[in-house]
Nanobody, 115 residues
Framework: QVQLVESGGGLVQPGGSLRLSCVAS????????MGWYRQAPGKARELVAS???????NYADSVKGRFTISRANAKNMVYLQMNSLKPEDTAVYYC?????????WGQGTQVTVSS
């Protein structure tokens, strides 16, 4: 069982930056993938970025070159650095932890990009 706690969401103007953080606790000592998903009103939840316990990363085409995912603190924390934010990035962002047996989600944090 893994618990995820997120922080860092908020309101930012277009072109601005925001950094999301997620800390995982529990039985996390296994091969796993952590990632960030987002869901905008009326749209399906989509993968934004992911990173494996080995450090391999993957990004949605819409955020490549703008967002960076990373892990730190013995790999029990994951971050999403978001730069050059656009209004279409507005969504609830969810932290995710997954291994061969389990799939856990954070509570979600609202990111709003608006003038």
């Amino acid at each position: 069982q893994v618990q995820l706690v997120e922080s860092g969401g908020g309101l930012v103007q277009p072109g601005g930056s925001l950094r999301l953080s997620c800390v995982a606790s529990g039985s996390i000592f296994s091969s796993n993938v952590m990632g960030w998903y987002r869901q905008a009103p009326g749209k399906a939840r989509e993968l934004v970025a992911s990173i494996t316990s080995g450090g391999s990363t993957n990004y949605a085409d819409s955020v490549k070159g703008r967002f960076t995912i990373s892990r730190a603190n013995a790999k029990n924390m994951v971050y999403l650095q978001m730069n050059s934010l656009k209004p279409e990035d507005t969504a609830v962002y969810y932290c995710n932890w997954k291994n061969a047996l389990y799939n856990s989600w954070g509570q979600g944090t609202q990111v709003t990009v608006s003038s």
